[in-house]
């Protein structure tokens, strides 16, 4: 694949540059209002700095050191600006791979036909102007004006804006070729194109749309762990909160110091609500969309991409993604009688005209074998016999002998019609190729039977260890063949798959999937045929590919561009790591709170008991140096972490329980240790500078 | 600690253990309609009972109305312990001739009963009547423990069912859980309790002659001492077993009459957790996975037993300004050392801290010692048992439930951990279950932590506090906790039978008990409705050590960054304090 998406770094400069600029202008407390957690700390950082203003001024003797008040407000705002950075510069990425796209949808004019027919003749019109069901002329060099169908005519059409493929594409009416995108260009002929979308609603712009992430809804995971976070601030504001009065309370019945300031209970709260995921979690989830669009993978909605994270089974075609996609000769088995050969020497010349993949991998196959090489036939008398639906053979007719190969049945008929014998041996040989999983073709000269070509499904490399790591993570694979079973079944062992289904008709494929949806499965499949849109939509994650015709696209909630089917299983993968991502910063975030509470509590009451310094493990130089360091490594962690937010948590082909020891161990024992070595350290080093 | 006082808490733990099987298949018998060696008995009766009210059995409903009738039947509840408190100097049973209760006492009471909370504002022996304890606490002992097991049956069948849109008829649970598991088991404690020498009687106080005349302050002279009887030994009973804790006299089951042995200690502390344990087992019967029932009796093991062996530990090392005043505190064969104060001497320290840590795991509250004279630490285990959530057994049925909601929201967080949108027992856990269940988590704490804020503020409530300083603060927070958990236990030293505390505590009780009910009913119905995702090696396995590992932390984990900043101004200062300075 060559994908034009793919080549952005992570984090280029004037990304970073822009989402610096966004931070700000972010601030905006309508922008700040739909993030729960991080809308207290923005609060929290008004307040504060009024606060701070206000002791500066000598108008609130009680707030604490104006310097310090102040220095806990600029702190806050970091945070709430760091938050603001990582989610505009995953949004930043996303626009820049926008302004890309939108570089190619450049104000066309359209011919627009006044009937069905190119004879009707036509206007120029804008192309913003068409609608759903207008018809439009494409000729040579023209762009495409709008997503349609093609409903007359056949042309090679240039997708790389879209896809990045340079290769032309064929377009042509009826059947599953039929689809076509605005924006793209016709290199020859003509196009008559029926009009699918309305303005705005094009392909182009649903990308546009989703890359930049500006129509993004949150999804529904996304949405029930806001839920989640925003009761976990509410806990803590009234931990928090209930502590002016408990400080009061203790202050009047011991008789010493001051009740806690409210800057610091300012602090202690940003501190324990979980700002961590709360300040990261729009970046995820762009981030996650992105990497799906990275892999050239266009989903028509969030809840998709978090979906594929959930499929446990996986409905793959052999053709293309289990095989490589063709059947190749692997073998001749000659009739009792016949050598070798001659088996071959016959094959090579009824394949020579048979530009099928087949047909060229019997030539060839024969020249490896005995160095037969592809003859000119040039100055001989011959006449090719092509394949065709009702002969199912193909063959040559030269200098009298007549050669075919073909299905076992029908090179019978033919040979019993040229008054030779029927070997049953041959019938044995035909029996055995199959049972092995290939596909066995026999070959005749006149009305002898000279034996087998064995042809067989080349499964792809790897992919038999890849389906091997899917059953780790419970994830079940069915191959999905239009062959019969023998050979379906041989090859579905052969790549190691759980389970196929043979002989596959669209309404089979359907049954499969809510089959497996009944058993309680979420069930992921890719298709591109007019007849796997019924499937594509009754299945959890459909990706159709782009290649294939409208209706697949429409049934699909995901558009593979490169038109891989391989690719469902990168598209699970990123689904994984998405939510991965999102659980493993919200365990690291609330453990990280019991390092906050072992900083800040000692600290918030050394006035009133002084014994409590006994919880100061960090062993910390002064209350305020304890405070502020919590408030500083609160603040920092979300910059540190902002990569990985981006990239993602990598995810691993082991068993659910072991990804939890392992994320467990990192996010969960590490979310503990952390803070405690950061805040020390930033404890040090302003104790160290003489700040504190 | 003494090895002796070990082997008795391990004892204890073995027993329980022991009984989870058997009582919790009986239940899960029990909850799916099927015959158990009871129903010849039983049976009859029961359908007597639907036949009387008009109850079809048969007839199942959804979890808005199962909450309905649920309300309707603590409402009715409330009502009635309501009036006879008010009423009950003009109704019979009350040869003491005591009078009405005051109006605000008996809100209290009453909300405290209906709540399963049982927290005794009231003296029992010195202001209700016969009549009111039995007609009124003792009933409500049987209907608030049975509404806590119905909720729970309902919450598992929404486990169980796929795409269903009915979780249960609540009368029928409700009955169930009356007739064929609690009155059978109080049947047999009472009499084994009686057999110890509880009480059980209608015959008014005995005056008795004292053997030594005692001279008081005021130089007058008793020779005549009150004995109180009553119907004791059958109140105590389903006290035990229904997590209610609410004592027929003022000092509970330190009272000798309420508990007299060590046998009939015994008895009574393996009655608090014998219920909320076996529900465990019950629970993995009916979701047809025994492991994921087991997993959560192991989870709340594994709070109990150290918190148990802690608090064991802090009694038994004593008071350190008594080693500085060169006080002898060792445990010898003539005493049994270590921190004895407020403890019977017949159960001494072992077997009051098992009490006081099992009464407040469960959502008990009875006491057989004086929390308030606990050590700091001691102390402390109790409050944060209770600020857990009364989960770690909990109350019947609500502390199971309780910690299935704390399940949820680790199998959320874990469950994103491993790649896929959470499920647990194979159903997805998405906002709307997250939702309730955070409220669940959230409605205690609120009701403890603001409920503290507020008595710490107004001078009508400080005005109540008998210690000053920390442990001060402590029995406030100790108040809280205990009503805003449904517990019941009372730390002491606080004069809670005040308008004030009345009134907050009350309310304290009721948010807690309802607000937590409909939410649990509510992911009930909803979770019926979902259709049940497969068991694939993806799909993250909730009854493992890990996952037992991760429950306990988020239990714990929850707790104590909520309330650590509250115990550190109470308890923990107070620890520092006491070792700090000799």
């Not at chain 1, 002329?137 to 090679?156: F, K, M, N, Q, Y």
């Not at chain 2, 799909?539 to 050590?545: A, D, E, S």
Request: charged share 15%; with cysteine; aromatic share 6%.
């Amino acid at each position: 694949m060559t994908a034009t998406h793919a080549g952005t770094p992570a984090l280029s400069r004037p990304i970073v540059l822009q989402g610096i600029r966004d931070s700000f202008t972010k601030l905006d407390p309508r922008v700040q209002v739909r993030n729960p957690v991080m809308f207290v700390v923005f609060v929290g950082s008004l307040f504060t700095t009024v606060l701070g203003a206000a002791a500066a001024l000598g108008m609130a003797p009680d707030a604490g050191r104006p310097g310090f008040v102040l220095t806990i407000a600029a702190w806050l705002w970091l945070t709430v600006l760091f938050a603001n950075f990582a989610e505009a510069v995953a949004e930043g990425r996303g626009k820049a791979q926008a302004a890309a796209l939108r570089s190619t949808r450049k104000e066309v004019q359209a011919k627009k036909l006044k009937g069905r027919r190119v004879e009707d003749g036509h206007t120029l019109v804008q192309a913003s102007s068409l609608r759903r069901d207008d018809v439009v002329l494409v000729e040579a060099l023209d762009v495409i004006p709008a997503d349609g169908e093609v409903i007359d005519g056949v042309a090679s059409v240039d997708e790389s804006a879209i896809t990045g493929e340079s290769a032309p594409v064929l377009r042509e009416s009826g059947g599953d070729f039929n689809s076509v995108t605005g924006g793209t260009r016709v290199l020859s002929d003509w196009l008559v194109v029926r009009v699918t979308s309305n303005p705005g609603e094009a392909f182009l712009d649903r990308m546009i749309a989703m890359v930049e992430g500006a129509k993004r809804g949150k999804t529904p995971n996304e949405i029930a762990l806001s839920i989640l976070l925003s009761f976990l601030t509410l806990v803590f504001l009234l931990a928090t909160v209930t502590l002016a009065p408990f400080s009061r309370f203790a202050v009047a019945s011991s008789g010493a110091g001051t009740a806690v300031t409210a800057v610091v209970l300012v602090a202690l709260l940003v501190c324990l609500i979980p700002t961590t995921i709360g300040g990261l979690l729009s970046a995820i989830g762009i981030a996650g969309m992105d990497r799906m669009v990275r892999s050239n993978v266009i989903a028509t909605s969030g809840r998709a991409v978090e979906a594929a994270g959930d499929v446990d089974v996986l409905l793959l075609d052999k053709t293309g993604t289990i095989t490589l996609g063709d059947r190749q000769a692997a073998a001749f088995h000659a009739a009792p009688g016949v050598t070798e050969q001659e088996l071959a020497d016959a094959a090579q010349l009824a394949s020579l005209a048979d530009e099928t993949p087949e047909g060229r991998s019997i030539v060839v196959l024969a020249k490896q074998r005995f160095q037969l090489r592809g003859r000119d036939l040039a100055g001989t008398m011959h006449e090719f016999h092509k394949f065709s639906a009702q002969t199912r053979m193909s063959g040559v007719d030269l200098e009298g002998r007549r050669l075919r190969k073909g299905a076992a049945d029908a090179v019978r008929r033919f040979v019993e019609a040229e008054g030779g014998a029927w070997a049953v041996a041959v019938t044995q040989q035909v029996e055995t190729v199959a049972r092995g999983g290939a596909t066995p073709l026999v070959v005749a000269d006149g009305k002898r039977v000279l034996g087998v070509i064995e042809l067989r499904d080349i499964v792809k490399g790897g992919i038999r260890e890849r389906f091997a790591e899917l059953r780790q993570m419970g994830i079940k694979t069915v191959m999905v063949t239009g062959d019969n079973r023998l050979t379906a079944a041989a090859i579905a062992a052969e790549a190691g798959v759980d389970d196929f289904l043979a002989e596959a008709t669209p309404e089979a494929k359907l049954a499969l999937i809510r089959r497996y949806q009944g058993e309680g499965h979420l069930v992921a499949m890719c298709g591109d045929g007019t007849n796997d849109a019924p499937a594509l939509a009754q299945a959890d994650v459909a990706v159709a590919m782009n290649s294939g015709t409208q209706a697949a696209k429409e049934a699909g909630n995901m558009v593979d561009l490169d038109s891989n089917p391989t690719k469902l299983i990168e598209v699970v993968d990123v689904g994984k790591q998405l939510l991965v991502t999102r659980g493993a910063l919200t365990t690291f975030s609330i453990a990280n709170d019991v390092a906050k509470y072992f900083a800040i509590i000692p600290a918030a009451f050394a006035t009133t008991y002084p014994q409590l310094d006994a919880l100061n493990l960090m062993r910390l130089a002064s209350p305020e140096s304890a405070i502020l360091a919590a408030v500083i490594f609160n603040a920092l962690i979300i910059v540190v972490l902002v990569p990985l937010a981006l990239r993602g948590v990598k995810t691993r082909a082991v068993s659910a329980a072991h990804l939890l020891r392992r994320n467990l161990l990192v996010f969960g024992l590490g979310g503990l240790v952390v803070p405690f070595i950061g805040i020390k350290l930033i404890d040090v080093l302003l104790a160290a500078t003489g700040w504190i | 600690m003494t090895g002796q006082g070990l082997l008795q808490l391990a004892l204890y733990v073995v027993v329980l253990v022991a009984l989870v099987k058997p009582l919790g298949a009986y239940m899960a018998a029990v909850f799916r309609g099927e015959r158990t060696f009871l129903s010849p008995l039983l049976g009859p009766v029961e359908r007597l009972i639907y036949r009387i009210s008009g109850v079809d059995p048969a007839h199942e409903s959804d979890w808005t109305r199962y909450a309905f009738d649920a309300l309707l039947v603590n409402l009715l509840g409330f009502i009635a312990v309501y009036a006879l408190q008010r009423l009950q100097h003009l109704l019979p049973l009350n040869p003491q001739g005591l009078g009405a209760v005051s109006p605000d006492s008996s809100f209290n009471t009453a909300v405290s009963f209906a709540t399963n909370t049982n927290w005794q504002g009231y003296v029992g022996e010195a202001t209700l009547s016969y009549l009111t304890q039995m007609l009124g606490l003792a009933v409500q002992n049987f209907l608030s423990a049975a509404t806590g097991i119905a909720v729970l049956i309902a919450l598992i069948r929404g486990f169980v069912r796929r795409e269903a849109g009915q979780i249960g008829n609540f009368w029928v649970d409700f009955t169930r859980s009356t007739l064929h598991v609690l009155l059978p088991l109080s049947f047999i404690l009472a009499v084994a309790l009686a057999s110890q020498g509880v009480v059980q009687s209608f015959a008014p106080y005995r005056q008795a002659t004292l053997v030594e005349p005692l001279l008081m302050q005021d130089q007058a002279v008793v020779t005549e001492q009150t004995l109180p009887l009553g119907p004791a030994a059958s109140q105590v009973a389903i006290k035990q077993l229904g997590t209610n804790g609410g004592g027929f006299f003022n000092v509970n089951s330190a009272h000798p009459f309420e508990n007299p042995t060590p046998l009939s200690n015994f008895l009574e502390m393996l009655a608090i957790l014998l219920i909320p344990a076996a529900l465990c087992y019950t629970f993995g019967s009916m979701v047809n996975d025994k492991r994921q029932g087991w997993a959560l009796l192991a989870a709340m093991l594994v709070i109990f037993v150290p918190l148990l062996v802690g608090a064991f530990a802090a009694e038994q090392a004593g008071n350190p300004r008594f080693d500085a005043l060169g006080v002898d505190q060792a445990a010898s064969a003539m005493q049994s050392g270590g921190n004895m104060e407020g403890k019977e001497t017949r159960f001494g320290i072992a077997n009051s801290t098992l009490w006081a840590t099992a009464t407040t795991a469960a959502s008990n509250g009875s006491v057989n010692a004086m929390h308030d004279s606990f050590t700091p630490l001691g102390g402390m285990v109790p409050m944060w048992l209770m600020q857990l959530g009364e989960v770690v057994f909990g109350g019947v049925g609500s502390g199971l439930y309780g910690m299935l909601m704390f399940a949820i929201i680790a199998v959320f967080i874990a469950g994103l951990m491993v790649g896929r949108t959470p499920e647990y027992l194979g159903k997805k856990i998405e906002a709307y279950e997250v939702k309730m269940a955070a409220i669940v988590l959230l409605v205690p704490c609120l009701a403890v932590l603001l409920g503290t804020a507020v008595a710490v503020t107004v001078p009508a409530a400080t005005a109540s506090v008998a210690n000053p300083g920390t442990h001060g603060f402590s029995e406030i927070l100790y108040a809280f906790s205990s009503a805003g958990n449904n517990n019941g236990s009372a730390f002491a030293g606080l004069s809670a039978n005040a308008p004030f505390y009345n009134f907050a505590l009350g309310i304290a009780m009721w948010v807690s008990r309802y607000w937590l009910m409909i939410p649990v009913l509510a992911i009930a119905g909803s979770l019926a409705a979902k259709r049940a995702t497969a068991i694939t090696a993806g799909t993250l396995p909730t009854h493992t050590p890990l996952f037992v590992t991760l429950l306990v932390t988020t239990v714990l984990l929850v707790g104590a960054l909520t309330f650590l900043p509250a115990l550190a101004l109470g308890p923990i200062v107070e620890h520092l304090q006491l070792h700090g300075s000799h």
